[in-house]
């Protein structure tokens, strides 16, 4: 026993001796690789590095492997991008680029590091200084060109129309980027920065310019972007440090997390975006619509909620937040506070004998043709069902039940509906109070959920008296306390609506004007925005053909229909 003892402390420390010599040889190989790369870094660095000037180029005929060649350039102020490529088709060059110093192996601003010599660096808005550069042959290579250039340019002062627009390099059709800067340009906003495939420290810079739009597409997450070099997320940017105008994140998700109105400087307006899955394929749709808001006049977060409006997959998720006064205002899908109530402060202009009526200049220069917006769509007749399920608001307990969770709620619902199923939009949705006493304090015991009709064709289906729709009242766990449904059947015919001229919103308002007038029991009306609607009036025992109309939107979220063909306030 006890040799066997013995034994087995012999055999240990063979052990242990063995593995000292294999730590420490992989010790001392750590050592010499170390030293091999100082030596690397600054062996070389004792050769002065060669000044480069604006559009220079440099070829290497050969080199040795771990050969570094050295330069640098003097950027001057006031420029909008330094480019430095390498370019070869043989061995493998890695390129390093730095501000105000040597790059080294391990310290370097960019070092694209592909398995080839073909390698580019790009800076938007360098600083001003030496920028150095490094060539390095990670594997010997020969006839390799380098080229440095840079472009002149300064940040647009705040107050002209400037934009941004940023993408990454992946799976996705970025095509929408490049609409979006049409449809800037074409409003007469200059162009900032391109950028296909934009890093988190550059996107966090662009945030931080005095630039009035910064669009942004690819793929994201709940307060999450993807960027090539891994993702922004709002906790990296710093309160107030946003100071872009507005901020369009065409992304997943992104707007999910509410901490981003944190990041709000004093300059910025709004931020848009969607808090739950968005589609590729129809984000040049959305562009192109949010283009032709804004050239009619909408603001920001009102041309987004329209541009968004038409499609089932996304009418439920867009989400703007909003500068209004000194606060930051959510205007979005799933809190059913649409941009309409926020349009405070335009320039209006009474169209009425008693100047009762009030609409917004920007409506009077209205350029959209709507001509061939409308199709043929009828409307079966059908019955307003209502089922009540419980009463009494006192008896009903306080629930934990968020927005979300009741819009939610109100959609699974729906879905397993028997009725006829057409595309329905958020309309709105809002807690129910409730106290047990004149003591106690009120208490969110439900939530009420209202849902719209969409035409076929996106086109939301409304009039004066009478709207389809499908509404929920919510309580506790989701259980449905009543319903109320007007839901009826549509059929959307192939030809086109009648080739009649439509008005403009302008005309369409002004001859409805005295009708309207004298509708308004008290105070004034002021009409904000105008969006296309299918218009119908009361429920009807029979079979109506919608008809092409403007809903004129009053800056406290309610509409007036009007017959965009003859001016008429329906009945």
């Known amino acids: 026993m006890q040799r066997l003892v013995i034994g087995n402390r012999v055999k240990f420390c063979a052990i242990l001796l063995v593995m000292t010599f294999l730590f420490a040889g992989v010790a001392d190989a750590r050592q010499k690789d170390y030293q091999q790369n100082v030596f690397d870094d600054f062996a070389v660095a004792e050769k002065e590095s060669e000044q480069l000037e604006n559009q220079d180029t440099r070829t290497f005929s050969a080199s040795s492997s771990g050969q570094w060649f050295r330069y640098y350039i003097s950027v001057p102020e006031e420029t909008a991008k330094l480019t430095v490529k390498i370019d070869g088709d043989n061995g493998d060059a890695d390129l390093y680029t730095m501000f105000g110093a040597e790059p080294t192996r391990r310290d370097y601003d960019c070092r694209p590091y592909e398995a080839d010599s073909t390698e580019e660096c790009e800076v938007y808005y360098p600083e001003e200084g030496n920028w150095y550069i490094g060539v390095r042959a990670y594997r010997i290579f020969s006839d390799v060109t380098l080229k440095v250039e840079y472009e002149a340019g300064i940040t647009p002062p705040p107050g002209d129309l400037s934009y941004t627009v940023t993408a990454v390099k992946d799976n996705l059709d970025n095509t929408d980027l490049y609409d979006m800067a049409?449809?800037?340009?074409?409003?007469?906003?200059?162009?900032?920065?391109?950028?296909?495939?934009?890093?988190?420290?550059?996107?966090t810079n662009y945030l931080q310019r005095s630039t009035t739009t910064v669009y942004h597409t690819g793929h994201g997450n709940v307060g999450y972007v993807a960027t090539s070099s891994g993702g922004l997320?709002?906790?990296?940017?710093?309160?107030?440090?946003?100071?872009?105008?507005?901020?369009?994140?065409?992304?997943?998700?992104?707007?999910?997390?509410?901490?981003?109105?944190?990041?709000?400087?004093?300059?910025?307006?709004?931020?848009?975006?969607?808090?739950?899955?968005?589609?590729?394929?129809?984000?040049?749709?959305?562009?192109?619509?949010?283009?032709?808001?804004?050239?009619?006049?909408?603001?920001?977060?009102?041309?987004?909620?329209?541009?968004?409006?038409?499609?089932?997959?996304?009418?439920?998720?867009?989400?703007?937040?909003?500068?209004?006064g000194n606060d930051i205002v959510e205007y979005s899908a799933e809190s059913g506070?649409?941009?309409?109530?926020?349009?405070?402060?335009?320039?209006?202009?009474?169209?009425?004998?008693?100047?009762?009526?009030?609409?917004?200049?920007?409506?009077?220069?209205?350029?959209?043709?709507?001509?061939?917006?409308?199709?043929?769509?009828?409307?079966?007749?059908?019955?307003?069902?209502?089922?009540?399920?419980?009463?009494?608001?006192?008896?009903?307990?306080?629930?934990?039940?968020?927005?979300?969770?009741?819009?939610?709620r109100g959609k699974l619902h729906f879905s397993g509906s028997n009725e006829h199923t057409s595309?329905?939009?958020?309309s709105k949705s809002f807690p129910i109070k409730s106290r047990k006493n004149d003591n106690a304090s009120y208490e969110t015991v439900g939530w009420v959920v209202r849902h719209t009709m969409l035409a076929p064709d996106g086109l939301k289906i409304t009039g004066n008296r009478v709207e389809p729709h499908r509404t929920l009242t919510l309580t506790e766990n989701g259980e449905v306390m009543a319903s109320l449904t007007y839901w009826p059947r549509i059929i959307m015919e192939k030809e086109a609506e009648s080739c009649q001229?439509?008005?403009?919103?302008?005309?369409?308002?002004?001859?409805?004007?005295?009708?309207?007038?004298?509708?308004?029991?008290?105070?004034?009306?002021?009409?904000?925005?105008?969006?296309?609607?299918?218009?119908?009036?009361?429920?009807?025992?029979?079979?109506?053909?919608?008809?092409?109309?403007?809903?004129?939107?009053?800056?406290?979220?309610?509409?007036?229909?009007?017959?965009?063909?003859?001016?008429?306030?329906?009945?």
């Open 501 to 571: 001229q439509l008005l403009t919103p302008a005309a369409a308002i002004q001859i409805a004007a005295e009708a309207i007038s004298m509708q308004i029991k008290c105070g004034s009306v002021d009409i904000v925005a105008v969006e296309p609607v299918y218009g119908i009036s009361a429920p009807a025992s029979k079979e109506q053909l919608l008809v092409a109309s403007y809903a004129f939107v009053g800056n406290e979220n309610f509409s007036i229909v009007v017959n965009a063909k003859t001016g008429e306030l329906l009945r």
């Open 233 to 324: 997320e709002t906790s990296d940017m710093a309160p107030g440090k946003v100071n872009v105008v507005n901020t369009i994140w065409a992304t997943c998700l992104t707007m999910d997390d509410r901490s981003w109105r944190k990041a709000f400087s004093d300059s910025a307006e709004t931020m848009s975006g969607y808090t739950n899955y968005s589609w590729d394929i129809l984000d040049e749709d959305v562009v192109k619509n949010f283009g032709d808001e804004l050239a009619d006049g909408k603001s920001y977060p009102m041309a987004w909620y329209l541009a968004n409006l038409p499609y089932n997959n996304l009418n439920d998720r867009w989400f703007v937040f909003a500068r209004q």
């Open 337 to 408: 506070n649409t941009p309409a109530s926020a349009r405070a402060g335009v320039d209006l202009i009474a169209v009425d004998r008693a100047g009762k009526l009030k609409v917004a200049k920007e409506i009077f220069a209205h350029r959209r043709d709507y001509n061939n917006s409308f199709g043929r769509v009828r409307m079966l007749p059908a019955k307003k069902t209502r089922k009540l399920a419980r009463a009494g608001l006192t008896m009903l307990k306080r629930t934990g039940m968020t927005r979300s969770d009741a819009v939610a």
């Open 423 to 426: 595309a329905m939009m958020l």
């Open 182 to 203: 049409d449809e800037l340009e074409s409003l007469g906003y200059s162009l900032d920065i391109l950028d296909i495939d934009v890093s988190t420290s550059d996107l």
